[in-house]
């Protein structure tokens, strides 16, 4: 039986993590144990523990606890944290996800130390490598013995980097397999809409009418740490609210709550805390968050996985980003890039709100990535 050390530490990480899970449970339990450590890079309870209850992920069986704080400080504190545990479970293989500083952490604790590392989520690419996540998700590259890339544009960059997609097995950390394999979050979406409808009275309780508002998350800290970036999202929706009449909600990650607290700007938050138009709330579970998601009439975000799930649930959405790795969202013309420029952010409202012909092509596999992975782990992990 192969034994699989699962390193989680963020919201999103968690929601992946599911698919993988759930699959384990259900087909493949006779080949793969799985254990998890959560780094606790989130540690609010909405933000963390609440998703491990909805959806049935296995209690992790290490928690770091490791908290926020500054980037070299938090990596550091995990990575001796990780490197211990895997030390004293000797897994088979490390799943990390993502971008995040957890992701990093276990991809240079596991491979430091020869333990087999596969990457879901490989081959992303901003090409802003002022982002942290670009620089984690490069390096995680690099260093995996199994990548997986759930965009044919993910391939590609992995291929210009160097990557054979033509590796035969055994694979290893010098000679990487490399899959494209749809997206896992592509299956989440498909299997907990359902369930959201049964599971969330949000809606209701906030008196939202279907396609009737607007959902709005911020949580990336080049929006959030700069004054003037906040300013000017927070005026835009101001703007927009009032001029298209339309309502505004925004469940804000903890760290951003505290940042717009502080702001020096009491002019703007008056405004703002006195439109009727906009109700800004704390983080919400999953299942809530999944309910706002699929009802909006536009999602704007300067979440990755957002922009992704916009797409999932056929909504339009403005990027408040200088940058995405989902270009193929711009492509299509479903997203578009807003930056925290006041008048961009606008102006794309305006235009795809007016859009009555967005197409959402399948672009993101069948909704079985999960298997598709564990079909090669199970085959290639010895």
């Not at 070299?72 to 993502?98: C, F, H, R, W």
């Not at 490989?122 to 942290?132: Q, V």
Request: charged share 25%; with cysteine.
């Amino acid at each position: 039986m192969i034994k699989i050390l699962t390193i989680v530490g963020a919201r999103p990480q968690f929601i992946k993590a599911s698919a993988i899970s759930r699959e384990i449970k259900r087909h493949f339990c006779k080949d793969v144990s799985e254990l998890i450590l959560h780094t606790g890079q989130h540690y609010d309870d909405n933000m963390s523990s609440v998703f491990f209850r909805e959806m049935e992920i296995p209690e992790p069986a290490y928690n770091l606890e490791v908290g926020s704080g500054k980037h070299g400080k938090q990596t550091a504190d995990m990575l001796a944290g990780i490197e211990s545990i895997i030390q004293k479970e000797n897994p088979d293989v490390v799943i990390v996800y993502g971008d995040t500083n957890s992701t990093l952490a276990g991809a240079l604790a596991a491979s430091k130390i020869h333990v087999p590392l596969v990457h879901i989520e490989a081959g992303l690419r901003s090409f802003n490598k002022r982002m942290p996540e670009e620089i984690n998700r490069i390096a995680t590259d690099h260093v995996s013995t199994l990548l997986f890339s759930p965009t044919d544009k993910g391939l590609e960059n992995l291929v210009k980097e160097g990557f054979q997609t033509t590796n035969e097995a055994p694979y290893h950390i010098d000679n990487p397999g490399v899959f494209h394999c749809g997206d896992i979050m592509y299956d989440n979406a498909l299997y907990f809409s359902k369930l959201s409808d049964e599971k969330s009275s949000l809606l209701e309780s906030l008196k939202l009418k279907k396609n009737g508002y607007v959902l709005l998350t911020l949580h990336r800290d080049i929006n959030t740490d700069v004054p003037e970036r906040l300013n000017a999202i927070f005026r835009a929706v101001n703007d927009i609210s009032e001029k298209h009449n339309i309502h505004f909600v925004i469940p804000l990650h903890p760290r951003t709550l505290k940042k717009w607290s502080e702001l020096p700007d009491s002019t703007l938050k008056d405004i703002i805390n006195n439109n009727k138009l906009i109700t800004i709330i704390p983080a919400v579970s999953y299942f809530d968050f999944i309910s706002l998601e699929k009802n909006s009439r536009l999602i704007m975000t300067d979440s990755g996985g957002v922009q992704k799930e916009s797409y999932f649930f056929e909504k339009p959405c403005l990027i408040l980003r200088d940058e995405t790795e989902w270009v193929e969202l711009l492509e299509i013309g479903t997203a578009k890039l807003c930056g925290a420029d006041e008048n961009k952010i606008v102006q794309g409202f305006q235009e795809l709100i007016r859009k009555n012909d967005l197409k959402f092509p399948e672009i993101y596999g069948d909704g079985h990535a999960a298997r598709f992975i564990l079909d090669k782990i199970v085959a290639n992990i010895k």
